[in-house]
């Protein structure tokens, strides 16, 4: 494989991740925010903050 087609393979690969995670920070802030499903996530996050980290 030459090396442009391996830089533009990469740089598809980042901005799939980038896309991904601003789909994903989306996602969160419309459906999960202020929902019971975000208290329970918090309170999960907590208590392995509590066991792990005393």
């Not at 740089?11 to 601003?22: K, M, N, Q, S």
């Amino acid at each position: 494989m030459s090396t442009a087609t391996e830089a533009m393979l990469v740089a598809a690969l980042v901005f799939g991740i980038v896309a991904a995670l601003f789909v994903a920070i989306y996602a969160w802030e419309k459906w999960v925010k202020d929902s019971p499903l975000e208290r329970r996530l918090d309170d999960f996050f907590d208590r392995l903050t509590e066991k792990f980290f005393r």
